[in-house]
Each structure stands twice: as C-alpha cells, then as structure tokens.
C-alpha cells in the first residue's frame, strides 16, 4: 500500500511528501516538464504528483482536467482537483 498525494505546484508537492521522508517512509515525487510526468515512483511508499495546474484559468482545468477519483487510477490519469 502506498500514499499518494496530487498537487498543483512543485512546491505544494514536496511539502506534502516531506513529513513522511521525515517519518522513515520512502517519499518521491513526480513532476511534469513539457507535458511528460517525470519521476520514479514505483519505490515509494508515499508519492506526491505536481500538476502544474496552479496558473490554469478555473474554466480550462474543467475542461481539460477532470477530476479523477478512481480507485484505479494512475499517475497518467489523475488530474489536480484545483479549482474545481
């Protein structure tokens, strides 16, 4: 089992995930650079995904981030609930 964290910068990312590294807990943190995800994950036992969503207007985040609250869900398939 592992925790997953998604935020809308890098930044927010990698304040969620410290507190675990501080804890013991093997944190990484996934980040998006000219639309490709970045970041080994499969180790960790807490993952933090930056969106990069922060400056997207609310209107473009509707339409081009849907939220994504599947059990099954993916890093290529969460979207930043931001603004919604």
């Not at 609310?58 to 969460?78: K, V």
């Amino acid at each position: 089992m592992w925790i997953g964290i998604v935020a809308d910068d890098l930044t927010g990312a990698a304040d969620a995930v410290a507190p675990f590294a501080r804890h013991g807990m093997r944190a990484d943190l996934a980040y998006v650079v000219r639309g490709k995800l970045r970041g080994d994950l499969e180790e960790s036992d807490a993952r933090a995904w930056d969106t990069e969503t922060r400056v997207l207007p609310p209107e473009t985040l509707r339409r081009d981030h849907p939220t994504d609250t599947r059990s099954d869900a993916t890093p290529e398939s969460i979207r930043s609930p931001s603004l919604l």
